[in-house]
């Protein structure tokens, strides 16, 4: 039999991994892990010659067991084709003495593109392989970026819908008029008159509607939903980091079994825990270095091994990763616990009730592997200043922490050997006002769009795609209603009601 996926709080509950994609969280609110982390059994000089989609082939097979080859290569080639504006998807650049990885070359610009590209073919075989007839419906409440992410990804996928509800008035123009101009005609958007809250709630109660579940099974549909804790989401992500290393072999940076280190600016912890599954799965990686901003509830929990999110909730210019509960780290307790389901459970009952839990030695003993930090607003833009001025070359806010952590972690243990992979997960120019006015004060004279052509002129850099649609393209999604009238919003938008 395959690989199985075991619920991080019940280990009796046990599910194939399409049978995990389709569910998103286990029946007792635990996240789906497999019950072992497959090796990656291939020669590195095989790696090295290996294109993305070949790279991630090897990586998703030895996870998704009960997908068929072509299956697997059928999802694999409609995610990443031409909506990613390079060839190599996901580029190395070499900038004073760290290796960026470029996540941010699909259509959204930043690095929820890479998992969001390929969910919704896992979804759709997902529900194939299961029996399920009904339209996959995705319903989601978005404070910004992933509605736009998952947007894109969903467009025009056969078999599947998507609704998005953004509180009207608490998105940033930008990030509206990215949603609202949204293409696909089985892609909806509805601003709520209400906050990020409101909305969220409104979408999980009608995800808990028992009775508007039966309509809807009815008239031939079923919601799911596009969560980062989907097992469809965190395999995708363990491929950047095996091609990287591929990469760096392949161009001689490194020889032969040579380690190397990955810092990655960590919001919900998923992005850095698909790099903790590459060196489990045998990758070289020495250590993985974990990057906060001011919200360092991480840092803390690796300094002391308490995990308290009661604290104040900071907005910085790094906003993807202005989170408290980073629900990813969930995985990573429960294997620290020995896959021990009760235990991690019983954590997680604490930071549920309390907003808080402790980890035992023995637990932080199996965290060597990680070094976490933090930089602050100030340290954060001297780091993009300092790199573009040394380099000419321009990161954005998020990628900008995981560079400042990486000088730390180098001042700090003195290792400036081990090549380091730095995770890059924004385009500059998703937040070219804040990266603008980290390099220049007096940038904060222009408007947006003016910042957009600067920032290209400064880096040398080409305006994407999906920044310059955005100054032309036209509004197609214009419904707004208020938090009561969700559900009536969804019904008509799936045509079961008038
Ligand atoms: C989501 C996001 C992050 C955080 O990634 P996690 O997997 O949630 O830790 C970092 N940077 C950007 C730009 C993001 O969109």
């Keep these: 039999m395959g690989l199985m996926y075991a619920s991080t709080r019940d280990e009796k509950e046990k599910v194939t991994a399409s049978q995990a994609i389709l569910k998103g969280l286990a029946n007792d609110g635990g996240l789906f892990v497999p019950t072992e982390i497959p090796a990656l059994d291939i020669e590195i000089e095989t790696l090295a010659g290996m294109s993305y989609q070949e790279t991630a082939y090897e990586v998703l097979k030895r996870f998704l067991t009960d997908f068929t080859e072509e299956e697997l290569r059928y999802c694999i080639d409609s995610a990443y084709d031409s909506k990613f504006d390079t060839e190599e998807i996901a580029p190395l650049v070499d900038a004073d003495g760290a290796y960026y990885l ?281 780091v993009i200043r300092n790199l573009y001025e040394k380099t000419g070359y321009v990161i954005d806010t998020h990628t900008a922490v995981a560079s400042g952590v990486y000088h730390k972690y180098r001042t700090e243990t003195g290792d400036a050997e081990t090549k380091t992979v730095i995770a890059s997960t924004a385009s500059p120019f998703k937040f070219t006002r804040s990266v603008m006015e980290a390099i220049d004060g007096r940038y904060d004279r222009m408007s947006d769009f003016e910042l957009v052509d600067e920032l290209s002129r400064i880096g040398n850099v080409k305006v994407p795609q999906a920044i310059e649609e955005i100054r032309t393209a036209p509004v197609i999604h214009d419904t707004v209603c208020e938090v009561e009238e969700m559900p009536s919003v969804v019904k008509k938008f799936l045509k079961m009601q008038q």
């Design 102 to 382: 470029e996540l941010f070359h699909g259509s959204t610009i930043a690095f929820k593109d890479m998992a969001l590209s390929i969910l919704p073919y896992l979804l759709t075989t997902s529900a194939k392989k299961n029996q399920v007839k009904n339209e996959i419906v995705i319903l989601t409440a978005t404070s910004g970026d992933t509605g736009k992410a998952a947007l894109a990804g969903f467009a025009d996928v056969p078999g599947t819908k998507i609704i998005v509800f953004y509180p009207k008035h608490g998105v940033s123009p930008i990030q509206e008029k990215q949603m609202v101009t949204q293409k696909g005609a089985n892609t909806f958007v509805v601003g709520i008159n209400g906050n990020f809250d409101q909305a969220q709630t409104g979408v999980k109660q009608m995800f808990a509607d028992r009775q508007l579940a039966d309509q809807m099974d009815e008239a031939g549909y079923q919601f799911s939903s596009a969560n980062s804790i989907n097992i469809g989401r965190l395999v995708p992500q363990i491929v950047y980091y095996v091609y990287a290393y591929a990469k760096l072999y392949a161009n001689g940076v490194i020889a032969r079994g040579e380690s190397v280190n990955v810092a990655v600016p960590t919001g919900n912890f998923g992005n850095i825990l698909a790099a903790f599954y590459a060196k489990n799965m045998g990758l070289p990686i020495a250590k993985l270095i974990c990057a906060s901003n001011e919200n360092k509830v991480l840092y803390d929990f690796f300094a002391t091994g308490t995990y308290d999110k009661n604290r104040e909730f900071v907005l910085t210019s790094s906003p993807s990763m202005d989170i408290l509960i980073s629900s990813n780290l969930e995985r990573l307790i429960y294997r620290i616990a020995g896959n021990d389901a009760a235990e991690n459970a019983a954590l997680m009952k604490s930071l549920n009730t309390q907003g808080r839990y402790e980890i035992t030695e023995q637990m932080r003993d199996a965290l060597k592997d990680f070094y976490g930090n933090y930089t602050d607003e100030k340290e954060t833009a001297e």
